[in-house]
């Protein structure tokens, strides 16, 4: 599994995402995010432009964001 801590673009600049997976379409990433979330309740899928979509979780603080790295 890919992942990458992803820096948010909020207000709150303590704030990160972990990205865990990217799709090329937003069906699949759909289904790989409910998947993900049986167990994550904060996963989300969103467009990061080019037509892929990641598949994250978060916002977290950065420490529980290590933490869970």
Known sequence: ????????ASAAQDMRWIQIEAQPSLL???TRARIYAQEFP????HSIGSGWY????GPLP???AD???
């Open 1 to 8: 599994m890919w992942m990458a801590l992803v820096a948010g």
């Open 28 to 30: 699949e990433a759909e």
């Open 42 to 45: 904060d996963t989300q899928a």
């Open 54 to 57: 990641a598949i994250t979780l």
């Open 62 to 64: 950065e420490d529980e």
């Open 67 to 69: 933490l869970r790295m």
